[in-house]
């Protein structure tokens, strides 16, 4: 697979896009506006730069992984890639439409692969004509420093198409593939989420103050950052909308999102990217 497809030049969608130009395959993003095409390239040339900055990759290697990217409003372009990976909003809707699409243009033989965190992965395969070849291939944020890919299977991917995702993501891009069956949330958002959503409660019930409930978990558990502000880095509509994936799926009232959490994201309160979530930035 050395022609990659990534629908998407978000946060994510550029993350992919790095890390497949890096590991030598030639990338083509889509996007549906020129400012966000703009946007798309200038965030991955961003975060070659920072690389190179930290001695992680040379001038000349990132030169050339820039050069094997590029970005366009057209998604007839997707003909001839070997894999597309579609990182759009997690809308099920939207995803749907985008695979619809793509398997009436990228050539038969092609593998269409969806990132997304929460949506069972059947519900964007069964919009194409041909499901085998639907897989999700999740990736965790930032793509480029996270290891970890999810790779999941649904009842109709055919054995051939798990098999090429996975040697393409551990012998291509290097990173260390899990195999996670096709339910919400798969394996990390599965236990991730009911955690992010207690520590939410917990604030709300007054029990804690926000500061104690992610010392608590960093300087008690270990955990690299505490859950109130992982929620705030992942991005409390993603919070919430895994979330709510996750109760749809199996109606158990730990997964239910908790009313602070959909107030916050109707204010539009939502964490690092908006400058205020369960903290303020700047």
Known sequence: MKLIGVVGGGTMGAGIAEVCAKAGSEVLVLETKQEFAGAASERIAKSIARGVAKGKISQDDADAAIARVRVTLD?????????????????????????????????????LATNTSSIPVIKVATATQNPGRVVGVHFFNPVPVMSLVEIISTLLTAPETTQAVTEYVSATLGKTPVQAGDQSGFIANALLIPYLCQAIRMLDSGYATREDIDAAMTGGCGHPMG????????????????????????????????????????????????????????
């Open 75 to 111: 998604i007839e372009e997707f003909a001839d890639r070997d894999l597309v990976i579609e990182a759009a909003p997690e809308i099920e809707s939207l995803k749907a439409e985008i695979f619809g699409k793509l398997d009436t243009i990228v050539k038969p033989e092609a593998i």
């Open 227 to 282: 859950p109130l502000t992982l929620c705030d880095t992942i991005g409390l509509d993603i919070c919430l909308a895994a979330a709510q994936s996750l109760y749809d799926e199996f109606a158990e009232p730990h997964y239910a999102p908790p009313p602070r959490l959909r107030r916050m994201v109707e204010a539009g309160l939502l964490g690092r990217k908006t400058g205020r979530g369960f903290y303020e930035y700047n």
